[in-house]
T-cell receptor, first 112, second 115 residues
Framework: AQSVTQLGSHVSVSEGALVLLRCNYSSSVPPYLFWYVQYPNQGLQLLLK??????LVKGINGFEAEFKKSETSFHLTKPSAHMSDAAEYFCAVLGGAQKLVFGQGTRLTINP | DGGITQSPKYLFRKEGQNVTLSCEQNLNHDAMYWYRQDPGQGLRLIYY???????QKGDIAEGYSVSREKKESFPLTVTSAQKNPTAFYLC??????????????FGPGTRLTVL
């Protein structure tokens, strides 16, 4: 069965600093992987997705993620954090019957 | 504008009462999903439906029921049998094709509080 682990329930960075949110997956088949962002009291918005076409995936708002099969990882990065990036971020893997399996989420705080 | 709507945004319920959460989509998606979100636990799948008049239990279906009479609509009923219903509920939809995966798009959510 597919699963996802997000390392760190809370990450805090300074404005302008690198953002790194970690995600490791477990899957018996080539995975389809997603990163979503959630702002307070809102639904989830897709940031980016990995479909096996390219290992480095670029998403919206300057975010990107790199698929590393040898490390079973799909970490999310952004070179320079902005105050508007403060939100909760979820990594997910597509399981059987088109079901998404989510990690526990990482809350990102940006310090001025 | 195409999208997913959920209503109401906030819902209060007394213990022992059933309550129904609405989810409507105009994306012409075949598949629809209900998730429950609790702090620190991510999202957990309650029910999903890949076609009208058919639905399957997810990981935490106990105490919930759904119907799928129309392609556009997938209401969720939280019954009095759900022991801890206070949570944020999210509806999603996607294209359903066994040979092609697709992204799930989410509604804005309904926050249910049991008084």
């Amino acid at each position: 069965a597919q699963s996802v682990t997000q390392l760190g329930s809370h990450v805090s960075v300074s404005e302008g600093a690198l953002v790194l949110l970690r995600c490791n997956y477990s899957s018996s088949v080539p995975p389809y992987l997603f990163w979503y962002v959630q702002y307070p009291n809102q639904g989830l918005q897709l940031l980016l997705k990995y479909t096996s076409a390219a290992t480095l995936v670029k998403g919206i708002n300057g975010f990107e993620a790199e698929f590393k099969k040898s490390e079973t990882s799909f970490h999310l990065t952004k070179p320079s954090a902005h105050m508007s990036d403060a939100a909760e971020y979820f990594c997910a893997v597509l399981g059987g019957a088109q079901k998404l399996v989510f990690g526990q989420g990482t809350r990102l705080t940006i310090n001025p | 504008d195409g999208g997913i709507t959920q209503s109401p945004k906030y819902l209060f319920r007394k213990e022992g009462q059933n309550v129904t959460l609405s989810c409507e989509q105009n994306l012409n998606h075949d598949a629809m999903y209900w998730y429950r979100q609790d702090p620190g636990q991510g999202l957990r799948l309650i029910y999903y439906s890949q076609i009208v008049n058919d639905f399957q239990k997810g990981d935490i279906a106990e105490g919930y029921s759904v119907s799928r009479e129309k392609k556009e609509s997938f209401p969720l009923t939280v019954t009095s049998a759900q022991k801890n219903p206070t949570a944020f509920y999210l509806c999603a939809s996607s294209i359903a094709d066994a040979t092609v995966w697709d992204t799930q798009y989410f509604g804005p959510g309904t926050r249910l509080t049991v008084l």
